[in-house]
C-alpha cells in the first residue's frame, strides 16, 4: 500500500489523507459503513482507494461516531441492532423510534421486564431507559444540560452522545449555566480542540448562548419553571410507535416561547423530546414497565 493515500473519516466527521484505509469503509452520501473484506471494497482497495464519494473510516466506533450506519448486507447484527435503536432518543432523553408497526414494540427481558426494543439490546440504552428517560427533572443545571446535548445529537444517534456525555459534562464544566455562559473565544477554541465531544462550532456557540439566556431568565422564575409551565393537561398512551407524537401545540409554543427568550437549537420536535425525557408527557408504551413511573401521570 506504500505511495497510495487513502481518505480517512475521523469520529468528528473530518476527512483525512491516510497511508491505510482503515478497517471500515463508508460512503458520504449514504452514510452506511461496511467490512473491508467486502468484494466491492476490495475492488475500491485494489484501485489505490475508495472512489467518488466513498472513503475509509479507521473501526466501527469511529464510523458510529461520525454519524455511519452499518450496511445490512456485509454487517447484518449489527445493522439489526442499528434499526432497532435508530432514532431511540432523537435529542437528549427522548425520541422512541418510529419503526414499521409490524414490528413488536414491546420486548421481554430475561428480568421479565417488557421495554421497546431500542431499550433492550444496547446494556447503555437499557439502563438509561430504566433509571432516566421520563423521570422528571426540575432543577435549572439538569435542564440546561438536557437542551444543550439535545443540540449537539442533532444528526447524530442518542447512543453516541449518551457515550460521550462524560466528555461533556467536563468539558462544559458539567453544565453550569454561570460558568458556560461567561466562556469567551478561548474556551471555544478549547472546546473545538476536544476530541472527546461533538466539535461542531455552531452548536458550541448555541450551548453558550442558552447559557447566557438561561441566566437572564431567573429574573422570570428560571429556567425550569419556564419549561414545566407547558405542562399539558393529559399525556399520550400509545400502545405502538406509530401512535407516539414528534409535536405538541405545546412543544410548539414552548420552542416559541423560548427562541423569544434568546434560545438557539430548539423547535417543536425537539421541545417534545425535551418533555418525554424530563417527564412532562410520558409516552412509553403501554404495558412497559416504566410507563406511570415517573409520578406525573398514572399508568
Not at 469520529?11 to 458520504?28: F, I, K, L
Not at 466513498?54 to 466506533?61: H, K, P, T
Amino acid at each position: 500500500m506504500s505511495g497510495r493515500t487513502y481518505q480517512l473519516v475521523g469520529a468528528d466527521g473530518g476527512t483525512y489523507a491516510s497511508p491505510t484505509p482503515g478497517t471500515v469503509g463508508g460512503h458520504r452520501r449514504t452514510r452506511v459503513y461496511g467490512r473491508l473484506d467486502c468484494p466491492a471494497a476490495q475492488r475500491a482497495i485494489a484501485r489505490g482507494g475508495y472512489v467518488g464519494h466513498r472513503v475509509f473510516l479507521a473501526d466501527e466506533e469511529t464510523a458510529v461516531a461520525a454519524g455511519y450506519r452499518p450496511c445490512a448486507r456485509c454487517l447484518p447484527r449489527q445493522y439489526a441492532v442499528w434499526r432497532a435503536g435508530r432514532s431511540a432518543l432523537s435529542v437528549v432523553g427522548a425520541r422512541i423510534p418510529h419503526m414499521m408497526s409490524t414490528e413488536t414494540p414491546l420486548v421481554e427481558g430475561e428480568d421479565g421486564l417488557a421495554r421497546p426494543g431500542w431499550a433492550s439490546v444496547d446494556p447503555m440504552l437499557r439502563d438509561y431507559y430504566d433509571t432516566e428517560w421520563g423521570m422528571p427533572v426540575r432543577d435549572e443545571r439538569g435542564l440546561f444540560e438536557r437542551l444543550s446535548l439535545e443540540a449537539f445529537q442533532s444528526g447524530l444517534s442518542w447512543a453516541t452522545i449518551l457515550r460521550k456525555r462524560p466528555a461533556f459534562r467536563a468539558a462544559f464544566d458539567d453544565f453550569d449555566p454561570d460558568v458556560v455562559a461567561g466562556y469567551g473565544e478561548r474556551d471555544v477554541e478549547r472546546l473545538m480542540g476536544d476530541a472527546g465531544i461533538v466539535r461542531n462550532l455552531a452548536k458550541i456557540r448555541a450551548t453558550i448562548t442558552n447559557a447566557r439566556a438561561t441566566v437572564r431568565l431567573r429574573d422570570k422564575g428560571g429556567l425550569a419553571e419556564f419549561i414545566w409551565s407547558f405542562r399539558p393537561e393529559c399525556t399520550p398512551e400509545p400502545r405502538t410507535y406509530d401512535e407516539v407524537p414528534t409535536t405538541s401545540p405545546e412543544s410548539v409554543a414552548l420552542a416559541r416561547a423560548l427562541r423569544r427568550e434568546g434560545f438557539a437549537f430548539v423547535g417543536p420536535t425537539t421541545m417534545f423530546a425535551l418533555m418525554e425525557a424530563v417527564g412532562i408527557v410520558d409516552t412509553h408504551l403501554v404495558g412497559s414497565h416504566r410507563r406511570g413511573s415517573s409520578g406525573v401521570w398514572p399508568a
